[in-house]
């Protein structure tokens, strides 16, 4: 900047880095799970847990959802499910950019 009479400030500089990459996560049963004809069967004893890894700006949050409920936050937990049934466990790591 120059003001009204010619005095100038140093020049600034802003360096950063651009993140265009997604963070990876990863959803693993703590116990086994049984396998008959390429079906996954899972008992109300099995959790699960979440993991997630980015390697430029970090992870900033894991979500997930089972089945159509609402998302949320995943904390850290075995995730259990106790209800009888097909079930799907939905999950993705949201990094520090903004990244999906």
């Known amino acids: 900047a120059v003001d009204k009479v010619g005095n100038r400030e140093n020049a600034q500089v802003l360096n950063f880095v651009v993140d265009n990459t997604p963070p ?3 959803l693993k049963p703590v116990e086994a799970l049984y396998t008959e004809k390429s079906t996954v069967y899972a008992s109300t004893k099995n959790t699960y847990i979440i ?3 980015d390697a430029a ?3 900033k949050e894991i979500v997930y ?3 159509n409920d609402p998302k949320q936050k995943y904390t850290g ?3 259990k499910i106790e209800k009888s049934g097909f079930h799907v466990i939905n999950y993705y790591a ?3 950019a903004g990244n999906q």
Do not use: C, F, L
């Open 24 to 26: 990876v996560a990863n």
């Open 51 to 53: 993991t997630a890894e």
């Open 57 to 59: 700006s970090g992870v």
């Open 65 to 67: 959802y089972i089945d």
């Open 77 to 79: 937990p075995p995730i």
């Open 94 to 96: 949201i990094d520090n």
